[in-house]
């Protein structure tokens, strides 16, 4: 016992480590979209690139190898939950995964990334495919080639989900998001032939940008963010960043025409933050003091910004803050038509800009085409044709160009194929998650309209946030809801509140 | 030969590997003292900390001794100021150093700094010695451990101050230090006895901190310090740091009551970041692409905050600007009483708060109880007495508690002994190399009353900047003026501006 003991603090430090530098990594990759001078970039390559380095030389250390082993046949794994169980199971599969990848490979994908952003900027750019083209071709080869060396059962898709949705299978997305699909078709259908078109004229009127800084913070932090464990600043593509314990750091931007970008892009990036910052603080580097995935995470984000922010027992209690802060942009204006403009839903081309309801139908358009564009049932040429008619097929309306259709994200650019499904998981799970919140809190809707968000936080640091990574993404909306991921409460909440909205 | 030229890339590669992990330590060091939150604290020690054991094994890898050795040996090293030699030479010096130094001496070094700082800050709260007296003590013999280990000729304090001002000694010090003095005890003097007093009253009218701001960034883009590759914030103690090339950032505080701190503060991290934008940044990572010394780099913030900063004829091009920015609080100055004010001359106790004529003397002070307390001449319980006789002597006032004596300084208590002297030597290395710009620049104020600071630029970056530690201070200063360091330019210096500012 005492034995083994010696060797998971052993491995825990060896992880601790790792993480150390990882998170030196992450600190210089949000100072690079915030603060560093333009001229900084080479330095910062240098930087990044050598942490990188130390860091997967840190983690495929055979020392690690060794400990994995010992532990696994130790006493201490028995209970499949505990502590060291959950750790060993976790570090052997992304162990397992960093050994099985050839460093040439490694390097080769970095390089293809560096390349193919530069391509798909200046393609999306000159709304020109071709340029992009070849790229996605050879990334798509590098990412088959990255399936094989890791292997995988069932769909290749899911040798490349499996690290930012660790046990989620392609097989399993197909089943849901068909679930999904068609109610969500009709849904918009519904709304688009009711005629009724909710009054968000009020959301771009002037909101000055100091005025936007100070409500958003103020909202963050009434939700329960940290800002002594925290911060909120400035880029131009809004994220959030947990260096460790104590440090969370989410970004926004500000568009004086616009209040939704700021407003809802914090309520999500705080929602992140909060689970970050609920993590527990003694587990730090090893997998208990990490998110599950990319899913869960985002689960947290889309339920304070969608689920919560969009509200009426939200508004209720913000809408007077609201119109404190910018007596001018919301003069005339009443919280029903607040509620209505700030919960519309419309067909549109850019995901990121899409509403409650259609963003999802946007995902499912990424992953149809992932899945046979990794199988080669899809070749590179014809994405824009398919892209154009799935568009049409789910969303009623065309591209009028590539930069508004297969060209608008940077994901592939980066080789992060396999990883669009994890933003409707997180609407997935938030829905089912929130729908069992209301259950087991008696009033929780009720104590927003006061502003008090702790019954929900506290829920969430309860039954997710603590446990770090001890279960599967599966595991946990088990054990929480009592049922495996379903598509239904996402259905009800989008059908009951387009109700409200719409009337339909 | 092309062996030779293939150990120095060796070389070269190996310290841009250690100079690559010292600036992301730099650059986390920046964020802790400008953005970092308050909880970051701990995460950021566990990254700093592996960050120095990483840098040091880096660093002290026997086959940069084995490269060392062999390029010494090799014809490349002939010409004793090539490329080769110096980095040969430089390298050489602080690779036996480090090595010289036992671990477990650095890391109670380090520990102890961590200790006898949290003693310092609250013995300087409390204005009791008692507390700070014994990690003084420690610290001393410490720092006489250290000596011991790294060996020195002459004085002991050559062993400590080597690292500061490489090829510099006490004696030499003292032999200035000597020259300098007396003049300037007797300079104090006749300022004080002529009863004159500068206008100092309109730098503490009220000079808002945006505009404050504002105005600063201007003057130091003015001087030439480039936005793109350098930053400008603010922190509790201003400070300057080169995070590599196209990165260098500088700090300052901004007091609204008064206009003096962060205006010659943001003149003065200005002339630091001038110098590290001025380093060849291909010779990046080894010695040519370093600062020489703290003297040197200090005898550029001191040459643009001081000797350029507070002249008339930068004020003849500043003047209108500063009216503009603060018209309240300017309103009713005339160019004459500003020029007077940001040149006042006053003994007063607090080092960082005084002028440029009385600012050598805090330092001669503080030398001598180095030396002192380092041989053991004097003993630590001694110093607030010794402190505040040698001020009374020197300025000619008496502190009223060791807060505003001997407890005011940080340095002591982060092991920085033989760190002082490194000021004067930087008011000493401007006024000559200043003196010695304006005999080689035909004209060289005059351009400034016309916002043209170029000149003065060029002939720095030419004669100093680009050289990196080519030359030790004293072949630069030689090479540079054709003289050793003298007393006599910053005596002429502080002579020729009291004489206008006081008629004495």
């Known amino acids: ?78 209970e499949p939950y505990s502590d060291v169980a959950a750790v060993v199971r976790e570090t052997r599969r992304s162990y397992d995964r960093a050994r099985k990848l050839p460093a040439e490979l490694v390097k080769e994908m970095a390089a293809t990334a560096v390349m193919a952003q530069q391509a798909w900027t200046e393609a999306r750019g000159k709304g020109n495919y071709s340029i992009f083209q070849p790229w996605l071709e050879k990334t798509l080869g590098l990412k088959r080639r990255e399936a094989e060396c890791v292997g995988y059962k069932g769909h290749i898709y899911n040798a490349l989900l499996d690290p930012f949705e660790p046990d989620e299978t392609a097989e399993n997305l197909r089943g849901v998001f068909a ?50 464990s925290g911060r909120l600043d400035v880029s131009v593509h809004p994220f959030n960043t947990g260096i460790g314990p104590g440090d969370c750091r989410m970004t926004t931007r ?16 705080s929602g992140h933050g909060l689970y970050e910052q ?56 009443s919280p029903e038509q607040w509620l209505w403009a700030v919960n519309h839903v419309e067909p549109s081309l850019i995901r990121t800009e899409s509403d409650e309801v259609t963003y999802n139908l946007h995902i499912m358009l990424r992953f ?42 940077i994901h592939w650019s980066h080789g992060a194929i396999a990883y669009f499904p994890t933003y409707t998981l997180g609407n997935l799970y938030a829905a089912q998650f929130y729908q069992q919140a209301k259950s087991d809190i008696g009033g929780l809707e009720e104590s927003f309209a006061t502003g008090d968000f702790k019954p929900l936080l506290g829920w969430l640091r309860e039954k997710i946030h603590r446990h770090g990574k001890r279960y599967s993404a599966g595991e946990l909306v088990r054990r929480v809801t009592g049922r495996p991921l379903e598509a239904k409460p996402l259905l009800d909440h989008l059908t009951r509140k387009t109700k409200e909205a719409y009337g339909v």
Chains 1, 2 share one sequence.
């Open 1 to 78: 016992m005492a034995k083994s003991q010696a060797l998971y603090a052993e491995l825990v430090g060896k992880l601790q480590e790792v993480q150390t530098l990882e998170s030196t990594s992450a600190l210089l990759g949000w100072d690079q979209e915030t603060y560093m001078p333009t001229r900084g970039v080479e330095v910062r390559a240098r930087q990044l690139s050598m942490l990188a380095s130390l860091g997967h030389a840190a983690f495929t250390d055979p020392r690690i190898g060794e400990l994995l082993g010992e532990l696994a046949a130790s006493e201490l794994v028995r």
């Open 368 to 409: 149809e085409i992932e899945l046979n564009l990794l199988t080669g049932n899809l070749s590179t040429k014809d994405v824009p044709a398919v892209w154009n008619s799935m568009t049409r097929d789910f969303l009623g309306i065309t591209p009028p160009n590539d930069a508004q259709g297969c060209l608008q994200d």
């Open 179 to 228: 679930e999904l699909r068609a109610p969500l078709v009709e849904l918009v259908g519904r709304i688009v032939s009711s005629g009724r078109r909710a009054p968000i004229e009020i959301l771009h009127r002037r909101y000055p940008a100091d005025a936007q800084s100070t409500f958003a913070r103020e909202a963050a932090k009434q939700i329960g963010f940290d800002f002594e």
């Open 254 to 269: 500000y568009d004086e025409n616009y209040f939704g970008d700021a407003f809802f892009g914090v309520l999500h990036e």
């Open 278 to 333: 609920g993590l527990p603080a003694e587990h730090w580097g090893s997998p208990l003091g990490q998110a599950i995935s990319l899913g869960i995470h985002e689960s947290q984000s889309r339920m304070w910004e969608n689920l919560v922010g969009r509200s009426r027992s939200f508004w209720k209690f913000f809408f007077p803050k609201l119109h404190a802060a910018y007596p001018q942009a919301t003069a005339g204006v």
